[in-house]
């Protein structure tokens, strides 16, 4: 049998977000329900990363990690 758990496509040792991923099951029901839950519950909107003029930031709800690179012209919603 095929082995389509996260493990199998990602390194989760050190990942923030391994709560994403449910053991077992396939990698991609991370996504849908899970991932909305999980962003609506997710409080750390920060942007920790220096951002150049022309960056255009859209909402309230946007976290941009420590030594992120963003171009400008970038849109993020």
Not at 27 to 44: C, H, I, K, P, S
């Amino acid at each position: 049998m095929i082995d389509f758990g996260a493990s199998a496509f990602f390194n989760l040792d050190n990942f923030a977000h391994r709560g994403l991923f449910a053991d077992g099951e396939p990698v991609w029901t991370a996504l849908g329900a899970r991932l909305a839950a999980y962003l609506e519950a997710w409080t750390d909107w920060t942007i920790a990363s220096e951002l150049p003029a022309g960056v255009h930031l859209l909402g309230e709800k946007i976290s941009i990690a420590p030594g992120c690179s963003v171009e400008p012209g970038a849109v993020i919603v």
